[in-house]
T-cell receptor, first 115, second 115 residues
């Protein structure tokens, strides 16, 4: 079975440009999470969805960030306009079921560099 | 507030040595889950283990073992007879009933196993 798929794997862009990161969760998983990993802040949850509905976006840093999940097999994280401090690895993860015991399966991540 | 502390930033050992990675957590919830994830140099996050707050039995899986002690709020991870392939960053994480499906991660411990 395919795991969580993320694209692109690497993205280099210039400050002010729009960036869109994509994620395909594992089939059958009803929770989807977006995380950001930086040296300074470690792994932090940005937003998560349940059955395509955003449940908690309290980790989204500011209005420049937005996330959507139009269907069960696709989600996007958009940054507009991008800034150098957005440079990080962005992970998408998915899990099945509502229990807090359910492990999250992570994608390979997208390494974003904003110049 | 929920918090996970991994005080060891980096550990270096020689192959075949045993090594223990420490994890201390804070939560007011009585029902919670603890996780360990491995992040090898390739960057993906790999689930290793899950343990619930009502089960303090230690667990062993091959060379890996975990020691959960509620009295000290710790969930330590031991690798026996370490190998070079164990070199990675290891993250401890916490989920709790009041937090939905959110995971709070520690800052990670970089383990380097040398020949």
């Amino acid at each position: 079975d395919a795991g969580v798929i993320q694209s692109p794997r690497h993205e280099v862009t210039e400050m002010g440009q729009e960036v869109t990161l994509r994620c395909k969760p594992i089939s059958g998983h009803d929770y989807l999470f977006w995380y950001r990993q930086t040296m300074m802040r470690g792994l932090e949850l940005l937003i998560y969805f349940n059955n395509n509905v955003p449940i908690d976006d309290s980790g989204m840093p500011e209005d420049r960030f937005s996330a959507k999940m139009p269907n069960a097999s696709f989600s996007t994280l958009k940054i507009q306009p991008s800034e150098p401090r957005d440079s990080a690895v962005y992970f998408c993860a998915s899990s099945r079921g509502a229990g807090v015991n359910n492990e999250q399966f992570f994608g390979p991540g997208t390494r974003l560099t904003v110049l | 507030a929920q918090k996970v502390t991994q005080a060891q930033t980096e550990i270096s050992v020689v192959e075949k040595e045993d090594v223990t990675l420490d994890c201390v957590y804070e939560t007011r919830d009585t029902t919670y889950y603890l996780f360990w994830y491995k992040q090898p140099p390739s960057g993906e996050l790999v689930f290793l283990i899950r343990r619930n707050s009502f089960d303090e039995q230690n667990e062993i899986s091959g060379r890996y073992s975990w020691n959960f002690q509620k009295s000290t709020s710790s969930f330590n991870f031991t690798i026996t007879a370490s190998q070079v392939v164990d070199s990675a960053v290891y993250f401890c994480a916490l989920s709790w009933t009041g937090g939905g499906n959110k995971l709070t991660f520690g800052t990670g411990t970089q383990l380097k196993v040398e020949l």
